[in-house]
C-alpha cells in the first residue's frame, strides 16, 4: 500500500503529521476550539508549531484547556505558577496575553453574538479554497489575515499579528492551503 501523499510540512515527525491529517484546514465553528487554537497561535510566535505540538498536552493542562471563563479569573499567584511550570512556553507577555484575550473575547461575544460569527464573517461563512502546487507558494499573511489582525486588536486581542492570524485561518479551515497533490486538499468540504 502507498504512502498518503501529504503537504511537505507535515513530513517531519508523528505529532505533525497527526496534527496536519486530523485537524489542520477542517473547518471548526465551536467558539472553545476557535479561542484555544488563536490563543496556540499566538503562543507560537517566534517558534515552531512543532514545538506547540509538543508541549500541546501540558499547555491545556496548564491553562484549563484555554476556557475563557475559567482564565478570567487567573490572577497574581496563578500567572507566577504557570510562568515557574517548565512545560509551557514561560513567556510573561504571552501569558498574561491569554488572561487579557479571554476578557476581550467575552466582550466580542457581546458584539458579535459568537467568536464563531465574528470570525467566519471575514470569510462570508465559507473556507477560502487555494490551489497551491508548491509549498513555497503558500503564503505567509495576506491582506485578509492583516484586516482580521487589525480589528482583532482594536477588539483588544494580543499576539494577533497578520501572520499568527493567516496560520489560525489555516489551523481552523478559513482557508485551505493544502496542497492540491495531498491527499487531505477536501478536508475543507467536510
Known amino acids: 500500500m502507498s504512502e498518503l501523499k501529504r503537504c511537505d510540512w507535515a513530513l517531519k515527525n508523528k505529532l505533525e503529521q497527526d496534527y ?15 479561542f484555544k487554537m488563536l490563543i496556540l497561535e499566538g503562543k507560537q510566535a517566534g517558534l515552531s508549531w512543532s514545538t506547540i505540538l509538543s508541549k500541546m498536552d501540558t499547555l491545556c493542562e496548564a491553562f484549563d484547556d484555554f476556557d475563557p471563563r ?15 511550570n517548565s512545560g509551557i512556553i514561560k513567556n510573561r507577555l ?12 467575552f466582550k466580542l461575544c457581546e458584539n458579535f453574538g459568537s467568536l464563531d460569527n465574528y470570525l467566519w464573517s471575514f ?20 491582506p485578509l489575515s492583516g484586516a482580521i489582525s487589525k480589528d482583532l486588536k482594536k477588539q483588544g486581542f494580543k499576539f494577533v499579528g497578520t501572520t499568527t492570524i493567516y496560520a489560525f485561518m489555516q489551523a481552523v479551515g478559513m482557508v485551505n492551503d493544502h496542497l492540491i497533490t495531498c491527499a487531505f486538499y477536501d478536508c475543507s468540504q467536510l
Open 20 to 34: 496536519h491529517d486530523h485537524e489542520w484546514g477542517i473547518p471548526v465553528h465551536d467558539d472553545k476550539k476557535l
Open 70 to 84: 475559567i482564565l478570567v479569573s487567573y490572577d497574581d499567584t496563578k500567572i507566577e505558577a504557570l510562568l515557574h
Open 94 to 105: 504571552k501569558v498574561n496575553a491569554t488572561i487579557s484575550n479571554a476578557k476581550a473575547y
Open 123 to 142: 470569510v462570508n461563512h465559507q473556507p477560502i479554497i487555494n490551489k497551491w502546487t508548491r509549498i513555497k507558494d503558500v503564503p505567509s499573511s495576506t
